[in-house]
């Protein structure tokens, strides 16, 4: 009886063994590639201020007309010695910003307009307040070399002026005249006492967003733009300012954010902001260290991304595996401390679809920025670049003529809508050491070019005597700025300084608008390639026959994409072969084209068409699996080298029962 249970249970097992073989060849030989993720709700972040078609009355009366401030954004904060409430509310259009502001204190002691204002007015204690917009978005309230912009209010004049904080010495609130003499700034404030013998203090401001005023202190704001303010109330003070001796007072209140909201129009896959991660690496040096790099930080933040910020001294090490979870590497300086882990870590991560921003600084050929750069075909020079004529200072003026087209460079844009007119610059230069174009990068497709490339004649201050003599590098094709799109997904611009986004040049609006147009553009955010009609016309061929495809693409908000290039990409096992034949209709719209798959080890192909165009990047359609049928004379397939397993597999169970028989032990009978 044992005997004839071990036979049925070696026979069984074995049958189980058979199907799980034979499940498991099949599993093994066949994958799908997973589609992209589909499109998520864009979120909003707070202190979004709407543009209205409506505008406030300056009259310091909040209820002028009905529903004046209702569609106001509001910013309930505080101010002074016991933290008194103070309220802000917020309107704009697309000219001009309003403010309408309150509070309740026991101190209110109102301009002296006896005294002429060209006289000891700043000496007389009175109540006075000034509206701050931190310009070079440093957040201390004015810097020598970056003024902020600022609205005074009763200070040392009745009514709203318009002035610049430079926060550094005495009475450094100066009145800032447009050189058209016109102020771009208005205020009314009203007060009365209340029941409790409170003061009840009410201010309407106006502000112009795009100032013409050419000394450039003022503001410059578009829609879908970001600021931040605070307000500075002094009670019972003299009309001066320093932001040292000042912050005792506790007059200030913490800084508020206000971003402009437009409404946008793309079809683009759009992530939630709120879940794309930035490190920023710096290592620092004159031109890239933290007090001149604030910008970045702000602007990725104010947008509602996640950032890192990273100084190359810390205890931490770049990995591919930390790299693969981020949405944007910025990688700032020269770099001396990459390790070449590091730096293989980095070119995987890019390799593989990863996007990053790289900011140069001057390294020599050997040098680890260098040594990195080299993956990608290019290096930057190891001194600083100057334009031969005379004339030009070491700020090159980069006009928007010079920077490649591009479509991220005009039209709809998620982080801004503004154009670019020209950009300040300082510093070195990039050198391509591999043909620019379409080629061969880290074993992939990929494209190198320029996007910055100046006209006229520059050299590199090699002996850094800054003068031109005959041991300097003289450049009649200079490269500031280029960008390598590859065939996986990779995004990459090297600019050869981070100086352009220092606390001077940041504060011009070109400057910043053409970091935050690039910075989407990398965290694909738009500038997708739409594809329309993608038809695979057979999922099931027999071999040797041709796979018919087609597909229509657009650019976004439908444009035409003229230097539309294409792809047919065929997954599958590395020994396959595939005759491709795509072509372009005349509309530049659509393709077709067939596809013959040859020498196919697999009993499928999965196919997929992938686009490119400079600027939108490499982007694949949905991925369609064709099987493949037997023909006469073909090798065995899968199949059937599953099914001769299993029949040998029951082979070799029969055998062992007969053998189980025939060398049995003998059986014992049970007591």
Excluded: C
């Amino acid at each position: 009886m044992r005997t004839h249970r071990v036979k049925g249970l070696i026979f069984l097992s074995t049958i189980i063994l058979g199907f799980v073989l034979t499940s498991f060849l099949g599993a093994s030989m066949s994958f799908t590639k997973p589609n992209s993720a589909s499109q998520l709700d864009q979120t909003t972040v707070e202190n979004l201020v709407f543009l209205n078609s409506t505008s406030p009355i300056i009259d310091g009366d909040l209820e002028s007309f009905e529903g004046e401030w209702e569609n106001a954004t509001i910013y309930n904060t505080e101010f002074g010695v016991g933290n008194k409430a103070l309220t802000i509310r917020v309107l704009a259009n697309e000219t001009h910003l309003f403010m309408g502001i309150n509070y309740v204190s026991s101190i209110f002691i109102p301009v002296n307009t006896t005294i002429p204002i060209d006289e000891d007015f700043n000496n007389e204690t009175h109540t006075w307040y000034a509206v701050v917009f931190d310009r070079n978005y440093d957040k201390i309230a004015g810097s020598e070399t970056t003024p902020d912009d600022a609205i005074v209010i009763n200070y040392r004049a009745e009514g709203a002026q318009d002035a610049f904080v430079n926060g550094t010495k005495l009475n450094s609130l100066g009145i800032d005249v447009n050189i058209t003499g016109i102020e771009n700034s208005y205020a009314n404030v009203s007060e009365y006492e209340d029941d409790f013998h409170n003061h009840v203090v009410t201010i309407e401001v106006v502000k112009e967003l795009e100032s013409d005023d050419e000394i450039g202190n003022d503001i410059d704001l578009h829609a879908s733009e970001s600021i931040d303010f605070l307000m500075i109330v002094a009670e019972n003070a003299t009309a001066t300012y320093n932001r040292t001796l000042f912050g005792e007072i506790d007059a200030f209140t913490p800084w508020k954010n206000i971003q402009f909201v437009t409404l946008h129009d793309y079809f683009s896959y759009v992530k939630d902001v709120s879940d794309l991660d930035v490190i920023i690496y710096v290592s620092e040096t004159k031109a890239s260290n933290l007090m001149n790099l604030t910008s970045i930080h702000w602007f990725l933040e104010q947008k509602g991304v996640n950032v890192t910020y990273i100084v190359d001294d810390e205890d931490y090490e770049i990995t591919y595996r930390r790299l693969s979870e981020l949405d944007l590497f910025i990688l700032i300086g020269p770099q001396p401390k990459l390790s070449n882990n590091e730096i293989d870590a980095i070119s995987l991560y890019i390799a593989s679809g990863g996007n990053a921003y790289i900011f140069a600084d001057p390294s020599s050929s050997g040098g680890k920025l260098n040594q990195l750069l080299s993956n990608f075909g290019m290096e930057v020079y190891d001194s600083y670049l100057y334009s031969i004529n005379t004339d030009v200072d070491s700020s090159i003026v980069i006009d928007v003529a010079e920077i490649e087209s591009l479509p991220y460079m005009t039209g709809t844009n998620i982080f801004t809508d503004q154009d670019v007119d020209e950009i300040q610059f300082t510093g070195t230069a990039i050198n391509f050491t591999k043909d620019i174009g379409e080629g061969k990068f880290l074993y992939q497709e990929g494209d190198l070019y320029p996007i910055i490339n100046l006209t006229g004649d520059y050299y590199i201050d090699t002996d850094d005597n800054g003068e031109f003599n005959t041991e300097d590098i003289t450049l009649n094709y200079t490269i500031v700025q280029a960008g390598l799109e590859l065939q996986r997904g990779g995004r990459l611009i090297v600019t050869s300084s981070a100086d352009f986004l220092n606390a001077s040049y940041i504060a011009e609006r070109d400057n910043k608008i053409f970091f935050l147009r690039q910075i989407q553009w990398l965290m694909k955010l738009q500038n997708a390639i739409n594809f329309e009609n993608y038809v695979v016309e057979k999922s099931n061929i027999i071999e040797g026959e041709s796979i018919s495809v087609s597909v229509a693409a657009l650019g976004d908000n439908e444009t035409i994409l003229t230097e539309l290039r294409a792809w047919v990409v065929v997954h599958e096992l590395k020994l396959d072969r595939n005759n491709v034949t795509l072509t372009k209709h005349e509309d530049n719209i659509n393709f077709n084209g067939t596809i013959t798959p040859e020498g196919v080890k697999a009993n499928f192909v999965d196919v997929s068409i992938r686009l490119h165009q400079r600027g939108y990047g490499y982007n694949e359609t949905e991925l369609v699996e064709v099987f493949l049928e037997a023909v006469i004379g073909n090798p065995i397939r899968i199949e059937v080298t599953a099914t001769i397993i299993f029949v040998v597999t029951i082979g070799l169970a029969v055998l062992g029962a007969l053998a189980v028989k025939k060398y049995k032990i003998p059986e014992v009978e049970d007591k």
